[in-house]
């Protein structure tokens, strides 16, 4: 009976159904931080504007590092870097997916580290496109249209990587599942014309 209840609550957004708990409270502070300290840091932490600058820019730098190389691997198994060819110079995506099916034998897929990873991922670029085009309306400062440029720059750079990742592990799946099959129809096939010739 337990267990049915704890599978009728995967994939909601409660930290408790976590697999990774730790990571997920990591990877969502730093998402709501450096917004947080960017909205309110002038008004209750400090009077100066370049403390909240420089906090607000490693927390989002903080971000795109721990996102990248930790929170998508641990929530979602997905990892991207950035490689440059060293005869050419000319930079590729790489990207990685683990197998998260649970046929291979490793880790489930848990629906509630999914929900919460794409869900912040999405959501930070369209709060920093909305700030943006408030500090636009609002003539703010070319400094603090800087610090809006920065954000958008790291956090969608994390989300076309991330999008992309998903897609390329996706489309790898269904290539090695009709390559299993295609596999097992040619082990059928094979038999049988083995039997039909043999008599």
Known sequence: ?????????????????????????FFLGFRMSSL???????????SSFVLVFIVTLLLLAADFYYLKNIAGRRLVGLRWWNEVDTTSGDSHWVFESQDRSGDSGGPVQNATDKRFFWLALYAQPGLWVGLAIFALVRLESPIWLSLNAIALILTITNTLAFSRCDKFSQASTLASSAM????????????????????
Do not use: C, V
Request: proline residues 2%; glycine residues 12%; hydrophobic residues 45%.
């Open 180 to 199: 299993y099959s295609g596999g097992i129809a040619k082990t059928l096939a094979g038999g049988m014309f083995s039997r039909l010739f043999g008599r």
């Open 1 to 25: 009976m337990e267990n049915q209840a704890q599978q009728s609550k995967q994939g909601d957004l409660h930290w408790r159904l976590s697999s990774h708990p730790i990571t997920l409270l």
């Open 36 to 46: 947080l300290i960017y909205l309110f840091g002038l008004w209750f932490f400090t």
